[in-house]
T-cell receptor, first 115, second 110 residues
Framework: NAGVMQNPRHLVRRRGQEARLRCSPM?????VYWYRQLPEEGLKFMVY????????ESGMPKERFSAEFPKEGPSILRIQQVVRGDSAAYFC?????????????FGSGTRLTVV | KQEVTQIPAALSVPEGENLVLNCSFT??????LQWFRQDPGKGLTSLLL?????REQTSGRLNASLDKSSGRSTLYIAASQPGDSATYLC?????????FGPGTRLSVLP
């Protein structure tokens, strides 16, 4: 049973380019969460999605960031027109339905470097 | 708004010592609390999950306790080893997502 899969592991983008980060949840998990970890800082919640629905995006910057979790395929975190301040580790976690009693399973993260 | 703090921020101990990491949270209305380990440049590994109705959980040399009413959890590591060196993160679940503490950076010296 594969864990949460994130790709790519490392991503380098020039300022102004777009970054696409992918997350495939564990089998049987239908809830996906994205977190960002800035250098020397803790993990901050960004967005919570279920299949085809954004449930909570209160932690997502209002501009340039978007997320989706289509019926088929992985969840995508998209960052348009990246800036140096977007350089961070982006982690995805998943959990099964009826989530309140469950913990998270995290992926290995995508480390985005903006040059 | 839930806030999670962890003390100490960093800890360095000789191999073999027993140690305690502390986690505090401001709102006791939580579903559960999870302890994670993060190695440098790596992802998060779940260590223990404690439900709000539980007082403690154990896994090998690790024991986590939860006192929900006082907003505290401790992670006890017995007979520490150099391989335990990592950052330990505490996270509480209140609604749809977890709120993380800043972590305790542990170094176990051989």
């Amino acid at each position: 049973n594969a864990g949460v899969m994130q790709n790519p592991r490392h991503l380098v983008r020039r300022r102004g380019q777009e970054a696409r980060l992918r997350c495939s949840p564990m089998k049987g998990h239908s809830h996906v969460y994205w977190y960002r970890q800035l250098p020397e800082e803790g993990l901050k919640f960004m967005v919570y999605l279920q299949k085809e629905n954004i449930i909570d995006e209160s932690g997502m910057p209002k501009e340039r960031f978007s997320a989706e979790f289509p019926k088929e395929g992985p969840s995508i975190l998209r960052i348009q027109q990246v800036v140096r301040g977007d350089s961070a580790a982006y982690f995805c976690a998943s959990s099964p339905p009826s989530t309140s009693n469950y913990g998270y399973t995290f992926g290995s993260g995508t480390r985005l470097t903006v040059v | 708004k839930q806030e999670v703090t962890q003390i100490p921020a960093a800890l360095s101990v000789p191999e073999g010592e027993n140690l305690v990491l502390n986690c505090s949270f401001t709102d006791s209305a939580i579903y559960n609390l999870q302890w994670f380990r993060q190695d440098p440049g790596k992802g998060l590994t779940s260590l223990l999950l404690i439900q709000s109705s539980q007082r403690e959980q154990t896994s090998g040399r690790l024991n986590a306790s939860l006192d929900k009413s006082s907003g505290r959890s401790t992670l006890y590591i017995a007979a520490s080893q150099p391989g335990d060196s990592a950052t330990y993160l505490c996270a509480v679940r209140q609604s749809q997502n977890f709120v993380f503490g800043p972590g305790t950076r542990l170094s176990v010296l051989p």
